[in-house]
């Protein structure tokens, strides 16, 4: 049974066109009324706006099911602050007893006092406390906490692998309910015209993602990464970027191998040539003989390496490592570059696999910590002119996992009316569209689609992020729908 949308309008191009779909691929494309339409169902779209389905390229998808359920201190404006929010939730909930409260979202970079244990433990007792920073790469514990976890620092505020460690400890729920939630998660995803991810949640996700999309009906496409205490077992395994898992209906692939090579902006770790006000000038993870000799590893076992990279220097370091190892990959990222060093992300068939949205969270935190240096912070327009491949994504849950986020933010530089950050480095909405999405409509292509209620390439700012989407389909089935 093929399935024929009629009465198409796709962004940028004139005329109204009719797909037809079938065996999970589009199978033609032409102007209204010129394909044959016997024994297909029709779908008329009325005029609604077709584009591929979106992808969000980097996420941290299990974190991102939990954030919903986490208690949101985003907002807070300082740590006072935010162990307010604390102490009205434990207030709040008396019943849960000891249970552990994480807390997602902080911010301190801006704030005018600093997140102690003393702070945490008067807003909660002996109830444990985890706060996540929005970055993900630093977590204020109390002492209930720390000593539930067994962490052994007396630091307050742990950063980078310490903090990754806690993180990693704080999926409690079992299998059964982190799988409802994840299919709740993706849920939503469809709804947003999304139809794969690129998960890089930390530990090893084959058996994880080979369950969920074989328990429910199937969502999102998969493309899991890799870490490097698990490259080896990967490249035993035979285990490939781009390769599909057995038993998955081409669903789940094997995505690239993630290194983590700096730290953040927020958590002054992100490494920079220049200092940061404290001084600092942030860490490097690996030294660079050690992330040349993991990413060589993991290119001759067909594994392509994704580098974290968030600070000018560990960019070019990143860069460095790919040419000693010459291949191609990405920097996921790249928040912060040296304009020399633009140019070198296309000459060396490098990927910016970037987060715009990030540019709206972190503006303000940029402005000081990078004081006259934010001309060539997340520079997307610098990219485009010199032909860098772009990939756009949430790094969910530090931004929302909807890809029209980002795509306003690339396109406007703006969000909640505050005028454009840097507007130079805005691009198109076309540019922005194809860092969001990995197919064409055209004969051959996946029938993997996103009907729009309004056309996006002429949608404001406000429009953009909360586009209607009508319509999902994966492989030529709705995973959201609102048509029929």
Not at 232 to 244: F, Q, S, Y
Not at 300 to 327: K, M, Q, S, T, Y
Not at 433 to 443: F, G, K, M, Q
Request: proline fraction near 5%; aromatic fraction near 6%; charged fraction near 25%.
């Amino acid at each position: 049974m093929s399935l024929l949308l009629t009465g198409a309008r796709i962004p940028g191009s004139e005329g109204v066109v009719d797909v037809r779909i079938a065996d999970g691929r589009i199978d033609a494309v032409d102007l209204a009324g010129r394909i044959d339409a016997a024994g297909a169902e029709q779908l008329d779209l009325d005029g609604r706006w077709l584009v591929p389905g979106l992808w969000d390229q980097h996420v941290h998808f299990t974190q991102w099911a939990q954030t919903a359920r986490r208690l949101d201190v985003s907002r807070a404006s300082s740590a006072a602050e935010a162990a307010d929010l604390v102490r009205r939730r434990v207030s709040a909930r008396d019943q849960d007893g000891d249970d552990l409260l994480v807390g997602f979202g902080f911010h301190d970079a801006l704030w005018p006092d600093l997140p102690t244990r003393e702070l945490l433990d008067a807003a909660a007792g002996e109830r444990p406390v985890v706060l996540i920073a929005g970055d993900l790469h630093c977590s204020w514990l109390n002492t209930a906490a720390a000593r539930r976890l067994g962490v052994e620092s007396d630091d307050a505020v742990l950063r980078e692998d310490a903090s990754f460690a806690v993180s990693s400890a704080l999926t409690t729920a079992d299998d059964a309910t982190m799988d409802r939630w994840a299919a709740d998660a993706a849920a939503v995803a469809a709804s947003r015209g999304v139809v794969g991810v690129v998960d890089l949640e930390y530990g090893w996700n084959v058996e994880t993602w080979r369950r969920r999309l074989s328990a429910a009906e199937p969502r999102v496409r998969v493309e899991f990464g890799i870490y490097g205490d698990h490259l080896e077992r990967a490249a035993t395994l035979g285990l490939r970027t781009g390769r599909p898992i057995d038993g998955t209906a081409g669903l789940l692939t094997a995505g690239p191998f993630k290194v983590i090579s700096d730290g953040s902006l927020n958590t002054r770790t992100a490494l920079c040539s220049h200092a940061y006000p404290d001084g600092g000038h942030g860490v490097a993870n690996l030294g660079e003989d050690e992330l040349v000799a993991a990413m060589r590893f993991a290119v001759e076992h067909g594994i392509e390496p994704a580098v974290h990279a968030i600070g000018d220097e560990a960019n070019r370091r990143a860069l460095d490592a790919f040419e000693r190892v010459g291949a191609r990959g990405r920097i996921e990222h790249a928040q912060l570059v040296d304009p020399a060093d633009v140019a070198r992300f296309a000459r060396l068939g490098v990927t910016a696999s970037v987060q715009p949205e990030h540019a709206m969270d972190d503006r303000d935190v940029a402005d000081r910590l990078w004081e006259g240096r934010t001309d060539r912070a997340f520079p997307l327009a610098d990219f485009l002119r010199h032909g860098v491949r772009l990939a756009f994504g949430s790094d969910a849950p530090v931004a929302p996992l909807d890809p029209w986020i980002a795509i306003a933010a690339a396109v406007n530089r703006s969000r909640e009316g505050r005028e454009p950050w840097h507007p130079e480095q805005r691009i198109p909405f076309s540019a922005a569209l194809e860092a969001s999405v990995r197919s064409r409509i055209a004969a051959g292509e996946p029938a993997d689609l996103a009907v729009l209620d309004l056309d996006p390439a002429a949608a404001t700012d406000e429009e953009l992020r909360a586009l209607p989407v009508a319509a999902t389909l994966l492989a030529g089935h709705f995973t959201h729908d609102t048509l029929r």
